[in-house]
């Protein structure tokens, strides 16, 4: 496998899954693109009754059963009231950092199927007639939507078939530098996303396939809390792929490939962690280890949920995670090296 050389494919992969909206419980269309990718390169899949996606990569050897997990479901926000001059009061999915949406643009989708545009601002949006414009908290309960519509009441906005319960989906703003930087909002996780499908682009373009039998798991509800609750729970072992903490204490660079010894949920499997660490240092993988401080991932809601699996987390360093991210594809391609080497396969 040229991992060396897959940059372009990487970096067209991510795009892909970014330019898609995805805020968990609104992730169809992600996991119809993801499968039909998936598809396309000969593996078969299956959508579970959750919506998340299962692809099936069949290994040299059968007695054991390996689990790769990622989440495509993004952070969002969700319309929660419509006030009498038709602004769209708005409520939080997962935990996005308010303050980083004030002037964003993003796209109302209605549950009949029409989509509109607007704009994310503060209640006190203007300098020129708000004393608090300035200071006033970025928040919930201080925060609308302006629709791109002419509806200056609850019931015109109604009118247009927006209702309490609607999506509101923010622009990812994604844009790959010169330098190899990837910056986007949602690289938590389509970025770790990206390196499994090329990953598997990879395996099929060499004709290669990973020492274990291996399924790969893209999950939709992770940042609401709950993704990884359906995982199977006989995986003999389970990867997490999932965005590398950077910052503070930490020592992860969004250049390296970041594998977690510990966070909020407890400690990673210890002996799958040091298997990992021995991987990419004895085959020149950069990487680093941390405890990651504010942080649970598919694979400890898996074990909550009864699964009798190792478990370990890595992926790409990311910078400003739930605002406005950062990696870089030699941290995406470390991580893509890592994968390869785990399973056996590179």
Known sequence: MDIN???????????????????????????????????????????????????????????????LCAHIDTLGLMCRAITEKGELLVTKIGGPLMPTLDGEYCRIYTRDGRTYTGTILSLSPAAHVFDDAATRPRDEQDMYVRLDETASTAQEVRDLGIEVGDYVCYDPKTVVTESGYLKSRFIDDKGSAACLLTL???????????????????TVYEEVG???????????????????????????????????????????????VGRLIALARENGVDYAVDVY????????????????????????????????????WEGMRGTIRLLALYLECA
């Open 5 to 67: 050389g897959c940059k372009d494919l990487l970096m067209d992969t991510a795009r892909g899954l970014l330019a898609i909206d995805s805020p968990s419980g609104f992730t169809r269309r992600v996991v119809e693109a993801a499968a039909e990718t998936a598809r396309s390169l000969g593996y078969e899949t299956q959508v579970t009754n959750k919506g998340g996606l299962t692809i099936a990569v069949p290994g040299r050897e059968h007695t054991k059963k390996i689990g």
């Open 226 to 272: 709950h993704g990884g609750a359906t995982i199977p729970w006989d995986l003999d072992e389970l990867l997490a792929v999932d965005m590398g903490c950077v910052g503070a204490d930490l020592t992860c660079t969004e250049r390296q490939v970041s594998i977690c010894a510990k966070d909020s949920s407890g400690p990673y499997d210890y002996e799958m």
């Open 293 to 328: 401080p504010h942080y649970s991932s598919d694979a400890s809601v898996s074990w909550r949920a009864g699964s009798r699996a190792r478990a370990a987390l890595i992926g790409p360093g990311v910078q400003a995670s739930h605002g406005m991210e950062r990696t870089h």
């Open 200 to 218: 598997l682009k990879l395996l099929s373009a060499a004709g290669e396939k990973p020492r274990w039998d291996t399924e790969i798991h893209l």
